[in-house]
């Protein structure tokens, strides 16, 4: 057993020609080695794929940046929220162009929409097995690919339309690009193909790609031999990573400002400042991101608690719980991703022993702890915008080393009986934790625990009875009936999302439905209104825009369902400066502009008012100005056919030009 795990990589021997007619033995041997990752890949594409519709669209405000995506290639290139190309969504690109390909290919539909993410989640698990197979085997693959498939966050945000499972797709590609560079003759090629595919992962979030970055940097130093070869590699690496990931910065920066949407989240209309404000370090440090909820949400509501219990933006909320070591066992995060930390824990020190001696085994157990410890690190201390679904990316890491772990601890406890203490304790408290995450929601799959307690009580005694009778069959079947205990209560949580509609599409959270902020621009539902929308459709003339609103939150249903040009004057939020009562003026003036919703929500969640938004801004001064100068419209003076609840808040401006100018001074 021994002389098999220190093999450089997996191998197996051929299939005898007696046993398959020649035409079949090819496919047979695959067949044979290959059978786990069809069935891992299969567990992951039914969950991530399995009635997908129920979630509609998604995420409205991605899945109207998407519908705006197909209506022009300038709206696609910079990721227009808004058909008229007004302002971009708040992230990069790439998540958005995928989708956006798909809906121009197949239409604007739930599937078109969703299922390149759920194909990205069950790739993802198709990759970490070939990654895990080559280096540790078959069995550490089998492992580490069902942790994987069962990662309840993870398969929450792979049925929807989030960056998050592009931007983990790409990470695990980049990880096996690098650790493919240490044995292959034309080791340059990899490390090219390491830098796009990071490139294009920053490309996806930005930022938060970037850091397991040091981790993947270490592993590329420790898995090359010779200090020269080694910063030759690095530089490659680090050189072409850089290339890629400041692409599209450049190209919109380098854009003039008039000739594309307005760089939504930033301060100064570039994407520069959203990478190191918005979408950077204000996410670490709060300073950027107060009171906001970008695409992937934010602080700054009350009420409303996620599963587990707690208000958002407390502890226990969906939006990450409080700061601090304990975050990552927290009401809001446990259930999502804690499930299996203490044997990823167990897992990496066991690898990082055993392959001590290995250098290219020794640098992937390095990469997969230094992912995990980074992620986790900055999630548990994150002071500004952060929450429950983010800790998606720390699944491949758990991934990898409870595989690794499993491998590495056979021929560890077969050398040093000691071994069986760590797997106690690590099984023990595995055991402990998932009996007080499930506590937490007691009625929700609570006879799993059952399940989980008897697994691994029959894996100990099966373990035992292995070893005392030298049968490592005995030992490789209780191991696996004792894995089975231990995925039984998250991978309940998981099968769990294909049975209900997500209840919060801008902010997801895997497991039970009990009020994890439903409100209406999050939820699989339009926030947008069909009778508004075919009145102001009766009322086109030639307009870019049908209908102007203070924010994103208000107006993506109107996109993405509804199939109208809104304008999002202050971006996601409302709170963006994006531009000024004189020139929301000329466009009126110029017949672009007509109708605007003005009161309501104030641009909180889910209202359908267009008030001027938080924080003041453009979209609060533009909406002064309109409710000062034009004709507020109602249900009577439009026959019945503007629905009566909008009476009062909706506003033409038509002729209101010059009046509108003298509410900017000029």
């Known amino acids: 057993m021994t002389a098999v795990l220190d093999r450089p990589r997996s191998t197996e021997p051929h299939q005898p020609a007696a046993v398959s007619p020649p035409a079949l033995a090819a496919p047979a041997r695959w067949l044979r080695v290959h059978w786990t990752l069809l069935a891992v890949t299969a567990t992951s594409l039914a969950l991530n794929a399995g009635t997908l519709s129920i979630n ?33 969504v708040d992230k990069p690109p790439v998540a958005l162009w995928i989708a956006a390909l798909s809906a121009r290919l197949f239409g604007v539909n739930s599937w078109s929409i969703l299922l390149p993410s759920a194909l990205a989640g069950t790739a993802a698990v198709s990759l970490l097995w070939c990654i895990l197979r080559r280096r540790f085997g078959t069995m550490a693959a089998t492992v580490g690919g069902i942790v994987l498939a069962l990662s309840p966050v993870n398969v929450a945000v792979n049925r929807l339309n989030l960056p998050e499972p592009y931007m983990i797709l790409f990470l695990i590609a980049a990880a096996w690009a690098i650790l493919r560079s240490f ?125 587990g219990g707690g208000a958002m933006g407390a502890s226990g909320g969906i939006f990450g719980g409080s700061a601090g070591p304990g975050r ?8 999502q991703i ?73 021929p560890l406890l077969r050398r040093h009986r000691l071994w069986f203490v760590p797997l106690g304790i690590a099984v023990a408290t595995t055991v402990a934790l998932q009996l007080g995450l499930a506590a937490r929601e007691p009625n929700f799959h609570g006879w799993m625990r059952v399940v989980l307690v008897a697994g691994v009580a029959a894996a100990a005694a099966g373990i035992a009875a292995g070893f005392a009778m030298r049968k490592g069959t005995f030992v490789v079947v209780a191991l696996a009936i004792g894995l089975a205990g231990l995925l039984a209560i998250p991978g309940a949580w998981a099968a769990s999302e294909t049975a209900n509609p997500v209840l919060n599409a801008t902010l997801p959270q895997a497991g039970p439905r ?53 304008m999002a004057i202050g971006g996601f939020m409302g ?53 000062q100068s034009c004709t507020a419209v109602t249900a009577r003076s439009t026959d019945g056919a503007m629905p009566a609840s909008f009476s009062g808040t909706l506003y033409d401006c038509a002729g209101q030009a010059g009046a509108l100018r003298a509410q900017a001074g000029g």
């Open 56 to 88: 509609g669209l998604g995420n409205q405000y991605y899945a109207a940046a998407t519908r705006s995506m197909t209506v022009s290639w300038s709206n696609f290139l910079f990721a227009s929220f808004d058909p008229g190309g007004f302002i971009s």
């Open 338 to 410: 804690a499930w299996l930390v203490p044997l990823a824990l167990l897992g990496a020190a066991a690898g990082a022993w055993f392959y001590r001696r290995d250098r290219e085994r020794r640098a992937a157990v390095v990469l997969w702890t230094g992912w995990f410890a980074l992620y986790a690190g900055v999630f548990s201390y994150a002071g500004g915008t952060f929450h429950a679904y983010y800790t998606s990316t720390l699944a491949p890491a758990i991934a990898a080393l409870v595989g690794i772990g499993a491998t590495a601890l056979l």
């Open 183 to 307: 044995d292959a003759k034309r080791a340059r090629r990899w490390l090219v193909l390491a830098g796009v595919l990071m490139g294009l992962a920053f490309n996806t979030k930005m930022l938060a790609a970037f850091i397991p970055l040091p981790a993947i940097g270490v592993a590329l130093v420790a898995g090359t031999s010779g200090w020269w070869e080694k910063a030759k590699r690095g530089l490659v690496f680090g050189a072409t990573t850089i290339a890629v990931s400041i692409s599209w910065l450049m190209i919109v920066d380098l854009t003039p400002a008039s000739s594309r949407p307005f760089v939504g989240g930033s301060t100064n209309n570039t994407v520069r400042d959203l990478v190191f404000g918005y979408n950077g370090f204000g996410r670490v440090t709060g300073g950027a991101t107060a009171g906001r909820l970008p695409g992937g949400g934010g602080a700054g509501f009350g009420g409303g608690a996620g599963p």
């Open 575 to 627: 709170s963006d400066n994006t531009t000024t009562v004189a020139k929301i003026a000329d466009l009126v003036y110029a017949g672009q502009l007509r109708f605007f919703q003005v009161s309501g929500a104030q641009g909180g969640a889910g209202g359908r008012g267009g008030g001027p938004g938080l924080g003041g801004g453009a979209a609060s001064r533009v909406m002064s100005a309109v409710q």
């Open 514 to 566: 009990t009020g994890a902020a439903g409100t209406s621009f999050g939820s699989a539902s339009s926030n947008g209104n069909a009778q508004l929308a075919s009145y102001l459709k009766s009322q086109r003339s030639g307009q870019t825009w049908d209908l102007a609103v203070s924010s994103a939150q208000v107006g993506s249903g109107y996109v993405a369902y509804d199939d109208l040009s809104v």
């Open 328 to 335: 990552l066992l927290s009401d809001a995060l446990g259930g």
